[in-house]
């Protein structure tokens, strides 16, 4: 299968889950986040779990089925209600419990894309992902809304992205620990290859490897796999630049993410390939859902010459790809091609090939 250049690989959460799908305690996706995050043990996480748990408990009266995304909503909006209008008797602490579950969504996508035993969590490779990064070319582009580092850990040489300059902007901190390590164990191939990152990684939703400092400017983490228990033996939080999984997105206007969403619109606008592997465009994240809206109508209302040449689709799911076809119809125009595909593996083994 040859791949019409240049190439936007778009990574949802499917792909984190299809890398490791054979694992106890596997990546979790939406729908069966909480279900997941009650079974983790250790460091913690446990009695954390079991307190955002409580929490969902006494919004529905039930845990099993309560996707994340619908609780962190429903957590937010109850949150701005609260302010002004004022419960007569037991206030619910909202954000007490949305910061509670924050910290829980750091944590489970730690303990579950990492090797958990022993006294430090260490990072999986995802042989999945080492082989489509593997054919991965210069000027190609890969968006992600997922937090994990999944993507970073699969590089296998430092020769066409590096964390220094590979994320779409400047970042501070390349002489943190995660990245020092990530570097020496990456030797660049090539002198050519010491130079500027020629892929962009481009992360709408944030990482857990991100921190920001001084007019949001991202700073690396050291130790960005840190899960642990304070003096109180009580759940250490650590803080990282994500936007959580809202309805609002607060800060998405501001940099870094505006930088990091206007560049994925241009790339998404030029391309000639989109791959989709895992992604699922919820129906609460509705400034995704624009943003493919606005490429797809720009595309096709520019005619022939910028009509989408291919479309790769990867999801065990027959509606979301339905969904995406749809979606895409106008931009392929009449001679654009279509790719299905039933999970990442099979596209993995197709890009192979």
Known sequence: MKIARPAVFVFGAGATRGAFEGSNFPPPIDKDFFDIAGQLQGHGTDSLARSVLGSVWDLYGETRGVSLERYYRDLETREVIGRFVKPPNQPMQWGKRRRELEELIRRVYIHTTCDTAGPSFRPKVSNIHKSILKYIEVQDTILTFNYDL?????????????????????????????????????????????????????????????????????????????????????????????????WKKEGIEKQPYSTFWRMAGHKL??????????????????????????????????????????????????????KFTHLFSSALGPSGRLFKYHNIQEFSQAIAR
């Not at 919820?282 to 995704?288: K, N, R, V």
């Not at 479309?311 to 799911?317: I, K, V």
Request: proline share 6%.
């Open 269 to 322: 606008q030029n391309c000639k390939t989109i791959v989709i592997l895992g992604y699922s465009l919820p129906d609460t994240d509705l400034l995704a859902q624009a943003l493919f809206a606005e490429v797809i109508r720009s595309r096709a209302a520019r005619g022939k010459r910028n009509y989408l040449g291919q479309l790769h689709l990867a999801d065990p799911s027959e509606s979301i790809k339905d």
């Open 150 to 246: 999944v993507l970073e850990e699969s590089w296998a040489d430092a020769s066409l992205w590096k964390p220094a300059d590979g994320y779409g902007q400047r970042v501070y901190g390349k002489n943190s620990g995660w990245c020092k390590n990530w570097l020496k164990s990456r030797e660049p191939q090539d002198a050519e290859s010491k130079s500027k990152s020629p892929v962009s990684l481009l992360k709408l939703h944030g990482s857990l490897n991100w921190r920001l400092y001084k007019n949001n400017q991202i700073r690396l983490k050291d130790r960005p796999y840190v899960v642990r228990r304070n003096r109180s033996y009580k759940p250490g939080r650590e803080t990282i630049a994500i936007l959580p999984p809202g």
